[in-house]
């Protein structure tokens, strides 16, 4: 599958998408000499024409200057007018204070952009008065207003409210702070890694940063970096007033991109195809003794594109339609019925590396059990009601990675409730079988989908790639990340399941699976320096 991965050093934090005359770049955090994250960061470079296979190049950005002798960390790419691609990152000085820096490309007639000069000017965005060192940074990629000048948000907090803070330019290299930040919230510690980007109230094409008006909302995406989560808000942005108001009140209930191992995400509009692509930074559940070991640590989530639910409530994701490129093998069947405490094989694929869909049916939901209002955390529900656990309907879904006698199992499942009247669909990703391993992070993790079951089918998507199992419910509505070591179901020992160990029957409607080919990652290859 594709993944931009380190064969040796450590890869963490938001990857910098950006694409420009025909090629897919993607910066990103890394330390060259170990596995494990230091105090001297560089930002890598893969390119690629499919957002599948990818070359690494040279270094793009490394800390040799008073203003980020101490590390290159997070920042974002902007395409100024004329077709100039700009990069602002956050650089750690000479004094350990984050300060925002910008660099260009050396030579635009170099289709891959692989050389970059620093401005001799920088900083351009100091550190604001009243602020800690250690707390601003990863400024966003820029939008263009009526007023002609550029904004950016930079992520910081003070006394624990974390803030996005507002600049604007008119140069590129001016930049001044507005009085009053884009958004902040009490108790909610340091912003990082923000992202603000518009999405279209009625489509599923992407929309470039600058685009403003009645036909699009905003979402506001910050990386809480005391839980590691990213969370985003949808609302509506006025540049006349400079104002963000969310259509809802942020809190830790607020919407996840995704509710496992996902951090640091970032998202860039793609112009080929126009539609938002997002990706994220997925990290290690193993220790550091064993990134050590191996070397290594640190990946990029698939690609997914993004857009604004038809209830405008919330964001779609899907993986990317090249990953169709890779398909082969498939299977498919309708129809089939799972009775309770079943379990049915899909065969005829590689089942360490597939894309699953598969859809459910079921009748009789007012048999469904009643919702324990006094739990409505869905992620310790999860934990609490396993893959093992029978129930009314549910679980059922599929096990991915399982060897031959399910001892080890990573389980991606459903359960239906009753509530008030209406229907509750929990989503959970359950790990606690995932590995005979111990010392691994086995988290259950869980979300609710916005779904009526009664008037839909329950669907699920899963891309299955050795370790890590990407999961997308409901049509995309939400969205769950394992990342997991199994020790007998690998390569041609994993086996795939779906199940049913409710109580009820259930009705796989259509399922559809492939084995997915394996895409050149971090393969050089002999590169021209002229232009296309």
């Not at 942020?250 to 991109?257: A, E």
């Not at 951090?263 to 509009?269: G, L, N, P, T, W």
């Not at 930074?281 to 640190?298: F, L």
Request: proline share 5%; charged share 20%; with cysteine.
């Amino acid at each position: 599958m594709s993944r931009v991965l380190t064969n040796d050093g450590s890869m963490n934090m938001h990857p910098g998408p950006m694409y420009y005359n025909g090629v897919y770049h993607l910066f990103f955090q890394y330390n060259p000499f170990g596995p494990l994250f230091s105090n001297q960061i560089y930002w890598a470079h893969s390119v690629s024409h499919d957002l599948i296979n990818w070359t690494p190049l040279d270094l793009a950005i490394a800390p040799t200057e008073p203003f980020d002798i101490n590390s290159c960390w997070s920042g974002s790419a902007t395409i100024l007018p004329g077709n100039k691609p700009v990069i602002l990152y956050t650089g750690i000085n000479s004094d350990n204070q984050q300060v925002q820096n910008l660099a260009i490309p050396k030579n635009l007639s170099d289709p891959y952009l692989r050389e970059w000069v620093k401005y001799t000017g920088n900083p351009v965005v100091k550190l604001p008065d009243g602020i800690q060192p250690d707390d601003f940074r990863d400024p966003t990629t820029a939008w263009l207003t009526d007023d002609g000048k550029w904004r950016i948000i930079v992520g910081s907090q003070k006394d624990k409210t974390g803030i996005a803070f507002l600049y604007q330019s008119e140069d590129f290299i001016n930049w001044t702070k507005y009085d009053s930040p884009l958004l902040k919230v009490e108790g909610t510690g340091i912003w990082e890694c923000p992202d603000f980007f518009p999405v279209w109230v009625d489509s599923m094409n992407g929309v470039d940063t600058s685009v403003l008006g009645p036909k699009v909302r905003h979402v506001l995406k910050v990386g809480l970096f005391d839980y590691a989560r990213d969370y985003y808000m949808i609302g509506n942005y006025s540049p006349a007033k400079e104002n963000y108001v969310p259509q809802s009140e942020f809190t830790l209930g607020t919407l996840r991109y995704d509710y496992g191992k996902y951090y640091a995400s970032k998202s860039f509009f793609d112009p080929v195809k126009n539609r938002r692509i997002l990706m994220a930074w997925v990290n290690e559940s193993d220790s550091e003794a064993d990134d050590i070991a191996k070397g290594w640590s640190g990946l990029h989530s698939f690609p997914r594109s993004l857009w604004l639910d038809q209830n405008q409530k919330q964001l779609i994701q899907w993986p990317i339609e090249e990953i169709e490129l890779l398909h082969e093998n498939e299977v498919s069947f309708e129809d089939k019925k799972l009775e309770a405490g079943s379990t049915q094989e899909i065969e005829g694929i590689t089942a360490s590396q597939a894309d699953v869909k598969i859809s459910f049916k079921l009748t009789n939901l007012e048999e469904a059990e009643e919702l324990d209002h006094s739990v409505v955390d869905p992620q310790l529900i999860c934990s609490a009601k396993d893959a093992s656990t029978k129930g009314k309907f549910g679980p059922f879904g599929l096990l991915a990675l399982a060897s031959s006698d399910l001892t080890e199992q990573t389980a991606i499942f459903f359960r239906i409730y009753k509530s008030s009247e209406r229907y509750v669909v929990l989503m959970c990703s359950d790990q606690s079988r995932s590995s005979t391993r111990n010392g691994l992070d086995k988290t259950t993790y869980g979300a609710f989908v916005d779904i009526d079951p009664k008037q839909e089918e329950i669907s699920l998507r899963t891309l299955v790639d050795h370790s890590i199992v990407e999961s997308f419910g409901g049509g995309g509505k939400t969205c769950i990340t394992s990342r997991v070591y199994p020790t007998f179901a690998i390569g041609d020992d994993a086996h795939l399941f779906a199940f049913n160990n409710g109580t009820e029957s259930v009705v796989i409607s259509k399922l559809s699976a492939w084995s997915v080919k394996k895409a050149r990652i971090n393969i050089e290859e002999t590169i021209s320096c002229t232009s296309h």
